[in-house]
């Protein structure tokens, strides 16, 4: 593959988006992980803590031949709530920001452009952060792949679940 990208989204917890990213045509790599903070390899923990500045994020390979940046941008939307500001549901603090890190300018036009359009979608204010990628942190091995390797786990079963299938019915001509 000669053109392969990255995509990088935080919407809440990295599990979630880690999962329904797996299940799409033309994603080639996803990796949960940390990006947008001041320390230097951190960790779950300290990130945990919310005083790193990172944000929980997954870094997608791509390849554009089979799946757009846009289309990505589209269903990052879908996965998770843009209004809640430093949260998702139950899952509070700046490490849970909806956050698109853009790779190159072009990125950084289509996630303005996305989150504009989004926005006539709700009537409260859309919070997403749009921002240059920083240096990206893999999360420790245990979160890769989380929700394949504990779909029965409360959270998993409770929260990602229900996301997953959702996600399925709005994209399944994308999917796996």
């Not at 990295?14 to 951190?42: K, L, M």
């Not at 870094?59 to 757009?68: G, N, T």
């Not at 698109?100 to 990125?107: K, N, P, V």
């Not at 409260?124 to 920083?134: L, M, N, P, R, S």
């Amino acid at each position: 593959m000669t053109n392969v990208q990255k995509a990088t989204f935080g919407g809440g917890c990295f599990w979630c988006i880690d999962a329904a990213f797996r299940q799409v045509n033309g994603v080639i790599e996803v990796r949960s992980g940390y990006c947008g903070g001041h320390t230097e390899q951190p960790t779950y923990q300290q990130i945990c803590q919310g005083d790193t500045g990172h944000a929980e994020v997954v870094e997608i390979q791509f390849d554009p031949q089979i799946i757009s940046y846009a289309q990505l941008l589209k269903m990052f939307f879908a996965l998770h709530d843009p209004t809640q500001l430093n949260r998702q549901g139950n899952d509070v603090g700046t490490q849970y920001r909806s956050v698109i890190f853009y790779h190159d300018e072009l990125q950084h036009r289509q996630a303005n452009d996305e989150v504009a359009l989004q926005q006539s979608y709700h009537s409260d204010k859309i919070v997403t952060e749009v921002a240059a990628v920083t240096t990206f942190y893999s999360a420790e091995s245990y979160h890769q792949d989380y929700y394949s390797n504990n779909p029965n786990q409360g959270y998993c079963s409770i929260l990602i679940a229900p996301k997953l299938e959702k996600f399925k019915q709005l994209f399944s001509e994308l999917l796996n």
